[in-house]
């Protein structure tokens, strides 16, 4: 089955740090772009990361540069997203999503929620 | 950035009637060299993730039903469901891809009246 599993999601301080990570199966993982896309509680949907296929070219939102980073191992068809300084406003089910220019399967997401 | 901006933000349609969701963009999405337009539509139901629906403004995704279709290039695109169904209430998203970051619209509430 083609799929998306993300895994890591919690809560955690203001100021904290969090992995996630995002498990594909069924398909060629090494052959697509991914990305990390999240909503905030009651909110909508906002890209906040993708990564080419071999972790060559990363993007990110403006307003988690310098604190997230993505990356990838192909050889165990996994996506990460490392959240370091994490903000209240951070606070969102972040999915996982394959990339054909658009975002064509999306994993079913994982909360993240920074509080005191 | 390319702002997306939907209207409206909610909408309520007796069953088996006509559905229709605007999107602008800020600026063209429009691609010269291939003639694509680098916008998508998701649906996204309660407790769900979103669900790709169409691409490229006018391709249905896989398995998506012809009830829904995607039109419009440049800056202003539609998304209508003829004959609304129950199940597809929902929440309705534009994106588009032409250029990061891949902004969204607000979203749209579809509900039955």
């Known amino acids: 089955e083609v799929q998306l599993v993300e895994s890591g999601g919690g809560l955690v301080q203001p100021g904290g740090s969090l992995r996630l990570s995002c498990a594909a199966s069924g398909f060629t993982f090494s052959t697509y772009w991914m990305s990390w896309v999240r909503q905030a509680p009651g909110k909508g949907l906002e890209w906040v990361a993708s990564i080419d296929q071999d972790g060559s070219e990363k993007y990110y939102v403006d307003s988690v540069k310098g604190r997230f980073t993505i990356s990838r191992d192909n050889a165990k068809n996994s996506l990460y997203l490392q959240m370091n300084s994490l903000r209240a406003e951070d606070t969102a089910v972040y999915y996982c999503?394959?990339?054909?220019?658009?975002?064509?399967?999306w994993g079913r997401g994982t909360l993240v929620t920074v509080s005191s | 950035d390319i702002v997306m901006t939907q209207s409206p933000d909610s909408l309520a349609v007796s069953l088996g009637e006509r559905a229709t969701i605007n999107c602008k963009s800020s600026q063209s999405v429009l691609y010269s060299s291939n003639n694509k337009n680098y916008l998508a539509w998701y649906q996204q139901k309660p407790g769900q993730p979103p669900k790709l629906l169409i691409y490229w403004a006018s391709t249905r995704g896989s398995g998506v039903p012809d009830r829904f279709s995607g039109s419009g290039s440049g800056t202003d695109f539609t998304l209508t469901i003829t004959s609304l169904q129950a199940e597809d209430v929902a929440v309705y998203y534009c994106q588009q891809y032409y250029s990061s970051p891949y902004t969204f619209g607000q979203g749209t509430k579809l509900e039955i009246k």
């Open positions: 999503a394959r990339v054909t220019w658009f975002f064509d399967l």
